[in-house]
């Protein structure tokens, strides 16, 4: 049974910084893209960032293009999330997830249909 664990949440002041990880298990997870959504208190799930299989292609949600990088490391199972100059209105549950189709070349937003619990982001003004 496919497993992802979310840590590296925590509270940070607006322009901080935090490295979000996820550990993935139950899965082939060489060949599978991840990604990252959030969901804030009272609004929809919404996308952050997903990663190929190979890390050669990379997706950006709208609003944190050019502030947030995903990477990957493929011999330990994990996908990060660095955040960097973090506005207060990136406060959310931020999830790790994975879309288990195989060796896919490009990123399918909606098919991400494997997620963790989440690890909680808190920015503070």
């Known amino acids: 049974q496919a497993q992802l664990v979310e840590s590296g949440g925590g509270v940070v002041q607006v322009g901080g910084s935090l490295r979000l990880s996820c550990a993935a298990s139950?899965?082939?997870?060489?060949?599978?893209?991840m990604a990252w959504f959030r969901q804030a208190s009272g609004k929809e799930r919404e996308f952050v960032a997903a990663?190929?299989?190979?890390?050669?292609?990379?997706e950006y949600g709208d609003s944190v293009a050019g502030r947030f990088t995903i990477t990957r490391y493929n011999p330990k199972n994990a996908v990060y999330l660095q955040l960097n100059n973090l506005p207060a209105e990136a406060t959310a549950v931020y999830s790790c997830?994975?879309?288990?189709?195989?060796?896919?070349?490009?990123?399918?937003?909606?098919?991400?249909?494997?997620w963790g619990k989440g690890t909680q982001v808190t920015v503070s003004s």
């Open positions: 139950g899965l082939d997870f060489n060949s599978a893209g």
């Open positions: 997830d994975a879309d288990p189709t195989s060796f896919l070349p490009f990123i399918r937003r909606t098919a991400f249909n494997v």
């Open positions: 990663l190929t299989w190979n890390g050669v292609t990379a």
